[in-house]
């Protein structure tokens, strides 16, 4: 059914950058929503970004002015262009996307993570 395959981790020192994909593939209807989460070894996971359908976004503040996410809606995929990097993003950077079904049945799907590493 539907999947989310993320790519782009990796290790790079503190100052550095990267650029995380995310590219859905199933039997969808549409994607409304899509974004970017973040989970530390003995951490919750929290949101990083999330773009709507129509552009709208939403960050949260210790990654303001350093990440962007965008989205290209006719591949079905979502990145997060990640910059400054610091240790504290260090994290495995999980995908989800809000997905309504040929049925049109929404749910949230999830993608099984890239790691980021950060070094110092």
């Known amino acids: 059914q539907v999947q989310l395959v993320e790519s782009g981790g990796g290790l790079v020192q503190a100052g550095g950058s990267l650029r995380l994909s995310c590219t859905v593939s199933?039997?969808?209807?549409?994607?409304?929503?899509m974004g970017w989460s973040r989970q530390a070894p003995g951490n919750q996971r929290e949101l990083v970004a999330a773009?709507?359908?129509?552009?709208?976004?939403n960050y949260a503040d210790s990654v303001k002015g350093r990440f962007t996410i965008s989205s290209d809606n006719a591949k079905n995929t979502v990145y997060l262009q990640m910059n400054s990097l610091k240790p504290e993003d260090t994290a495995v950077y999980y995908c989800?996307?809000?997905?309504?079904?040929?049925?049109?049945?929404?749910?949230?799907?999830w993608g099984q993570g890239t790691q980021v590493t950060v070094s110092s």
């Open positions: 773009i709507t359908r129509g552009g709208t976004t």
């Open positions: 989800n996307a809000s997905i309504a079904t040929p049925e049109r049945l929404i749910s949230d799907y």
């Open positions: 199933g039997s969808i209807f549409s994607i409304n929503a």
